[in-house]
């Protein structure tokens, strides 16, 4: 378990220029349940999902991060020679070696800068701000984030409780340092006393449950069990959901117990909270931490019907699309939490 709060007041960290890219191609629950002969409305009742998006054949998780990163890079007038760090959170690189994230550092033009994958399922994008606000501080400079999937090629087409859920997308934030000095020149007399509050990460709190690493897995691949004739006749080298309860009752009770934790070290209540913007695990999960934490369903954003689980991607991806819908702007205080696979849940409360 990792928290950090009580952030020192000198060299905050900025949070901006939220992208996103998804697939073109959305693959809606008709679909799916005429081909797993299931009956009409069987998906959206138990996961809250109309439809998803997915790649074509060709594309891979890079192409994706590319296009969201490009986004982040536009929305926030940022070159990319000006990037000190990238760091990616993804459960499906392009390739088990070498890492994805130096490509893309690559093909956008940032130069030999660090560039590294992260494997933390769901909560890869928390985490990621986390390590990607440090390395923003010590690196004295602009650190690119990213959290990318396709998962649309490690589901089991046969098997309803993953290819129902998961779905490709990716989601991107630029983290820099914005010094208390000059925010502080920045004020005007005027100002209200809320928008003077600090930029940033406010708090944060990170956990891992490893007792429960064979609840969600994809079993062949690694090192434990490497790819072989027999794990591809199996279908083991997909995704595999073996407790579906467990796994969601792990999401509902470590994303209150998470957001709990950082509104707490941030001295905030749920009511000064903008939005409550969550891991698109799915509609029945959402709507049950929303009950649990008393949040109003007005301040949640749930984008899951329309694209799916994306993992790490969906919270950066709902952020974004809040942001270019004129929801999400300046001065606002944002939670996200996430839990999943391995098992791994954490929270952030940000400013933007």
């Given at each position: 378990?990792?928290?950090?709060?009580?952030?020192?007041?000198?060299?905050?960290?900025?949070?901006?220029?939220?992208?996103?890219?998804?697939?073109?191609q959305?693959?809606?629950?008709?679909?799916?349940?005429?081909?797993?002969e299931?009956?009409?409305?069987?998906?959206?009742?138990?996961?809250?999902?109309?439809?998803?998006?997915v790649?074509?054949?060709?594309?891979?998780?890079?192409?994706?991060?590319?296009?969201?990163?490009?986004?982040?890079?536009?929305?926030?007038?940022?070159?990319?020679?000006?990037?000190?760090?990238?760091?990616?959170?993804?459960?499906?690189?392009?390739?088990?070696?070498?890492?994805?994230?130096?490509?893309?550092?690559?093909?956008?033009?940032?130069?030999?800068?660090?560039?590294?994958?992260?494997?933390?399922?769901?909560?890869?994008?928390?985490?990621?701000?986390?390590?990607?606000?440090?390395?923003?501080?010590?690196?004295?400079?602009?650190?690119?984030?990213?959290?990318?999937?396709?998962?649309?090629?490690?589901?089991?087409?046969?098997?309803?409780?993953?290819?129902?859920?998961?779905?490709?997308?990716?989601?991107?934030?630029?983290?820099?340092?914005?010094?208390?000095?000059?925010?502080?020149?920045?004020?005007?007399?005027?100002?209200?006393?809320?928008?003077?509050?600090?930029?940033?990460?406010?708090?944060?709190?990170?956990?891992?449950?490893?007792?429960?690493?064979?609840?969600?897995?994809?079993?062949?691949?690694?090192?434990?069990?490497?790819?072989?004739?027999?794990?591809?006749?199996?279908?083991q080298?997909?995704?595999?959901?073996?407790?579906?309860?467990?796994?969601?009752?792990?999401?509902?009770?470590?994303?209150?117990g998470?957001?709990?934790?950082v509104?707490?070290?941030a001295?905030?209540?749920?009511?000064?909270?903008?939005?409550?913007?969550?891991?698109?695990?799915?509609?029945?999960?959402?709507?049950?931490?929303?009950?649990?934490?008393?949040?109003?369903?007005?301040?949640?954003?749930?984008?899951?019907?329309?694209?799916?689980?994306?993992?790490?991607?969906?919270?950066?991806?709902?952020?974004?699309?809040?942001?270019?819908?004129?929801?999400?702007?300046?001065?606002?205080?944002?939670?996200?939490?996430?839990?999943?696979?391995?098992?791994?849940?954490?929270?952030?409360?940000?400013?933007t």
């Open positions: 378990m990792a928290e950090l709060s009580n952030r020192p007041p000198l060299q905050r960290i900025r949070v901006c220029g939220f992208g996103h890219a998804v697939p073109p959305a693959q809606t629950n008709d679909a799916v349940e005429r081909d797993l299931l009956p009409a409305g069987w998906i959206a009742k138990r996961t809250g999902i109309d439809q998803r998006r790649v074509m054949p060709d594309q891979a998780t890079s192409d994706l991060a590319i296009a969201s990163a490009q986004h982040s890079l536009r929305q926030a007038d940022q070159a990319p020679g000006e990037i000190r760090a990238l760091v990616l959170a993804t459960s499906t690189p392009d390739h088990l070696l070498p890492p994805t994230a130096p490509r893309v550092a690559a093909e956008l033009g940032c130069g030999a800068i660090p560039a590294f994958d992260m494997a933390v399922a769901c909560s890869g994008f928390v985490y990621g701000l986390v390590v990607a606000e440090g390395l923003a501080r010590s690196l004295n400079g602009p650190v690119l984030l990213i959290a990318a999937n396709v998962l649309s090629k490690r589901v089991n087409r046969r098997d309803p409780a993953t290819v129902a859920l998961f779905a490709d997308a990716a989601g991107s934030v630029i983290l820099t340092p914005f010094p208390a000095a000059a925010a502080e020149a920045t004020k005007t007399p005027t100002e209200p006393e809320e928008t003077s509050l600090p930029t940033g990460i406010l708090a944060s709190h990170l956990e891992s449950s490893g007792e429960g690493w064979n609840k969600l897995l994809i079993p062949a691949g690694g090192s434990r069990q490497p790819f072989d004739a027999t794990s591809f006749k199996q279908q080298h997909l995704m595999e959901i073996r407790d579906g309860r467990a796994v969601y009752r792990y999401a509902v009770e470590r994303m209150v998470c957001a709990e934790h509104l707490a070290a001295q905030l209540s749920s009511d000064q909270v903008d939005w409550w913007i969550p891991h698109q695990a799915s509609g029945r999960v959402i709507d049950e931490v929303t009950r649990q934490l008393r949040v109003s369903p007005q301040r949640v954003v749930n984008v899951v019907k329309q694209y799916g689980n994306s993992s790490a991607a969906t919270i950066p991806l709902a952020c974004s699309l809040w942001q270019e819908s004129g929801k999400l702007r300046e001065g606002q205080t944002v939670v996200l939490t996430a839990a999943g696979a391995g098992l791994t849940a954490g929270a952030v409360v940000l400013r």
